[in-house]
């Protein structure tokens, strides 16, 4: 068994060599320039190889060398070639050679990864350059900071007297939504103006299903043979709402995320046929959306959603102090004519939290989608032409009303 590992180790380490070195020598082909190609790099994997079992100081007095090489490389070849990637690559051959003497699988596979990278060159200029713009990178770099530096910093407990605002968990939150927010533009980018506005629809859904509904509705007013199209787009974009309401759900209280799964499912089913219906109406239709927004998210939105879901959470809690689990449930319904996402934290966060039974908790959850698809409904006759709001409107209570009836159902 130890010969057999060490040969493997050996043998992953020759082919991460020539792997490496392959993808080195086609980047160069050609050049007079000196570069370190298939040979170089095979020979350096053996030698790391072989250092390994020598001792650490063999492998580090190794490792300089290499290093010591490639700076002379650098130096030399400079003028021609002033990147570092080949003088960066080679020591990497090298640590992944020696890493491959204890973990051989892991070490391959991160030799095919550095490899990949090598070969990806221009693509990769041309999507940083020309691709990402700054403001989407900003944004990107804006998530990453919200997700791996701040949320690690909040308390996991509690910062109120009734025990049910906690900071990490209403970051996450703004987390969530930042991140549907950067996977959205991010999808609308890659399909473009092409697929029309269902596409659109389901991914403005993710920013705000009720600005969707006033925003197609004038459309279908203002272009009646849209009205069907428009329609299906402002359903899609209460599909992708609700996705986002059970992430709400499943981040705060994932028992009752669960507990209402097959309820949501059902809800989502009805979205689904009533935007396919709408789409059969108004095939032939060529109509483009707008580009996608320059901005993928906006922190102003997020933390003011949090900020909403912190003062319902309070006032729930208040309310269920005065009037008990129906006192609770019936602010978060309030609150789900305006804002379905708040409420439906409120009703999570308090079910998590054992304030809220689970029974109630399901049944919060369909009275807060009840509660959303009336206020959409009203909005939809007020903005669109009468069609347009009956569609949307039979869509919306057929949600609410498969929910219900699959919440009695597993009851």
Do not use: C
Request: charged share 10%.
């Amino acid at each position: 068994m130890e010969f057999d590992a060490r040969w493997q180790g050996l043998l992953s380490a020759i082919a991460i060599g020539l792997l490496i070195g392959v993808v080195r020598e086609r980047a160069h082909a050609g050049d007079r320039t000196a570069v370190a190609g298939v040979r170089t790099h095979a020979v350096v994997a053996i030698a790391a190889a072989v250092a390994v079992p020598l001792g650490t100081a063999v492998l580090a007095a190794l490792v300089v060398v290499i290093g010591a090489l490639s700076l002379a490389s650098y130096l030399s070849t400079r003028g021609d070639d002033p990147g570092l990637t080949g003088e960066v690559a080679l020591p990497a051959t090298a640590l992944l050679a020696a890493y491959a003497q204890g973990e051989p699988a892991v070490a391959a596979g991160l030799g095919v990864i550095v490899a990949g990278l090598l070969f990806a060159k221009q693509p990769l200029q041309a999507f940083a350059r020309k691709v990402v713009s700054e403001r989407e990178l900003q944004d990107a770099l804006l998530l990453a900071a919200a997700a791996l530096i701040v949320l690690p910093l909040l308390p996991d407990t509690p910062v109120d007297p009734w025990g049910v605002l906690v900071p990490s968990a209403l970051w996450r939150l703004v987390v969530l939504v930042m991140a549907v927010g950067m996977l959205g533009h991010i999808a609308l980018r890659g399909v473009g103006a092409r697929w029309g506005l269902p596409v659109a629809g389901f991914f403005s859904g993710f920013a705000s299903s009720t600005a969707a509904v006033a925003g197609f509705g004038e459309r279908s007013r203002g272009e009646a043979g849209l009205t069907g199209v428009s329609a299906a787009a402002v359903l899609l974009a209460n599909l992708a709402s609700l996705a986002l309401f059970a992430g709400v759900i499943g981040t705060a209280a994932p028992t009752l995320l669960r507990a209402s799964a097959w309820p949501l499912a059902a809800a989502a089913s009805v979205l689904v046929v009533a935007a396919a219906l709408g789409l059969h109406r108004g095939a032939g239709s060529d109509a483009l959306p707008k580009a996608p927004p320059a901005r993928a998210f906006r922190l102003g939105q997020a933390l003011l959603l949090a900020a909403v879901i912190a003062a319902v959470l309070l006032l729930s809690a208040w309310m269920r102090h005065l009037f008990g689990d129906t006192g609770a449930l019936v602010t978060a319904m309030l609150v789900a004519l305006a804002e379905l996402h708040a409420a439906a934290a409120s009703v999570a966060q308090l079910a998590q939290a054992g304030d809220l039974s689970l029974d109630h908790a399901r049944w919060g959850v369909v009275g807060l989608l009840a509660a959303s698809a009336a206020a959409k409904t009203v909005l939809a006759f007020a903005s669109g032409n009468r069609r347009y709001a009956l569609h949307v409107g039979a869509g919306l209570a057929g949600m609410a009303a498969a929910a219900a009836a699959a919440t009695w159902a597993t009851a």
